[in-house]
């Protein structure tokens, strides 16, 4: 398991966005709710120092996830897009997929998914930095979880009348054909 940072002293810790404290730095906050408040100084992923974390979440402004439907642009968001265009830096990130206790898991040619994609939505599968900032964000807010070696959900599909259409993840489908995936794994329902 990949390693993150205690938030008091950035002694290596396992990542649990819970609890971002190692044993001893705990003490203080043994009667506190910990989403109460947190008090940090280093960012529970990235370590960094410059940007303390909030006080609501472990993490630094560098971090933190960009909420869904946010279409704003700001200084954050466009050197995190700068970042992730990087075609080199894409290349080397692992998606990492939560298939445990899914019986349901087939895999999927990531073409194919696109397709299907660029049929049922108005989400750019060509030029998906041209899509809106909002669904960038999204993008952007999987790439960083897999950089971190951190898993998420695969794509639903569901099948029905011989027609296949998506239930939930294009963004994760559009993330990993960034990062160079040929296939990947799709809960497939009817």
């Given at each position: 398991?990949?390693?993150?940072?205690?938030?008091?002293?950035?002694?290596?810790?396992?990542?649990?966005?819970?609890?971002?404290?190692?044993?001893?730095?705990?003490?203080?906050?043994?009667n506190?709710?910990?989403?109460?408040?947190?008090?940090?100084?280093?960012?529970?992923?990235?370590?960094s120092?410059?940007?303390?974390?909030?006080?609501?979440?472990p993490?630094?402004?560098?971090?933190?996830?960009?909420?869904?439907?946010?279409?704003?642009?700001?200084?954050?968001?466009?050197?995190?897009?700068?970042?992730?265009?990087?075609?080199?830096?894409?290349k080397?990130?692992?998606?990492?997929?939560?298939?445990?206790?899914?019986?349901?898991?087939?895999?999927?040619?990531v073409?194919?998914?696109?397709k299907?994609?660029?049929?049922?939505?108005?989400?750019?599968?060509?030029?998906?930095?041209?899509?809106?900032?909002?669904d960038?964000?999204?993008?952007i807010?999987?790439?960083r979880?897999?950089?971190f070696?951190?898993?998420?959900?695969?794509?639903?599909?569901?099948?029905?009348?011989?027609?296949?259409?998506?239930r939930?993840g294009?963004?994760?489908?559009?993330?990993?054909?960034l990062?160079?995936?040929?296939n990947?794994?799709?809960?497939?329902?009817?």
């Open positions: 398991m990949k390693k993150y940072h205690c938030i008091i002293c950035s002694t290596k810790i396992n990542y649990n966005i819970n609890f971002p404290f190692c044993n001893s730095c705990y003490e203080p906050f043994k506190k709710k910990i989403t109460h408040k947190i008090d940090g100084e280093f960012c529970h992923l990235c370590r120092e410059k940007n303390k974390v909030s006080n609501i979440e993490l630094c402004i560098y971090c933190t996830p960009f909420g869904r439907k946010d279409n704003s642009i700001n200084k954050i968001y466009i050197e995190k897009l700068n970042w992730y265009k990087d075609e080199h830096r894409l080397q990130i692992l998606p990492k997929w939560d298939i445990t206790n899914n019986d349901k898991i087939v895999q999927f040619q073409l194919e998914l696109l299907i994609i660029s049929k049922s939505s108005d989400l750019n599968t060509e030029q998906i930095f041209e899509n809106k900032p909002s960038i964000k999204r993008i807010n999987i790439l979880l897999w950089e070696g951190l898993a998420c959900l695969p794509p639903v599909l569901e099948e029905e009348n011989k027609t296949i259409n998506f939930d294009r963004h994760r489908v559009l993330s990993a054909y990062v160079g995936c040929e990947i794994p799709i809960t497939l329902v009817s």
